[in-house]
């Protein structure tokens, strides 16, 4: 075969001797929208799992804890001073 089309393919799907497409099929613009959109949701990282309302507040809790003992010592001053000092 040499340059012409492959037999029940038609004109647009001729291929080259290394055996790839030399014209892609026509997709119209609607149709590469929809294709798009579907690989990108097959690449996201999965969701993570929902927690009950019992392990957010357990959570919450902790997270608290850990900023309230984080807290400044008096001998630091507080952030709104630090804001307001000029150099």
């Given at each position: 075969?040499?340059?012409?089309?492959?037999?029940?393919?038609?004109?647009?799907?001729?291929?080259?001797?290394?055996?790839?497409?030399?014209?892609?099929?026509?997709?119209?613009?609607?149709?590469?929208?929809?294709?798009?959109?579907?690989?990108?949701?097959?690449?996201?990282?999965?969701?993570p799992?929902?927690?009950?309302?019992?392990?957010l507040?357990?959570?919450?809790?902790?997270?608290?804890?850990?900023?309230?003992?984080a807290?400044?010592?008096?001998?630091?001053?507080?952030?709104?001073?630090?804001?307001?000092?000029?150099?």
């Amino acid at each position: 075969m040499r340059g012409g089309t492959v037999p029940g393919r038609g004109a647009g799907a001729a291929r080259v001797d290394d055996g790839n497409l030399k014209f892609a099929p026509v997709v119209s613009e609607r149709t590469r929208a929809k294709l798009n959109r579907i690989a990108a949701r097959r690449t996201r990282p999965a969701k993570p799992k929902h927690r009950s309302l019992t392990r957010l507040r357990e959570d919450w809790r902790a997270s608290a804890r850990e900023f309230l003992a984080a807290a400044p010592t008096s001998s630091t001053p507080p952030l709104n001073a630090l804001a307001l000092r000029r150099p």
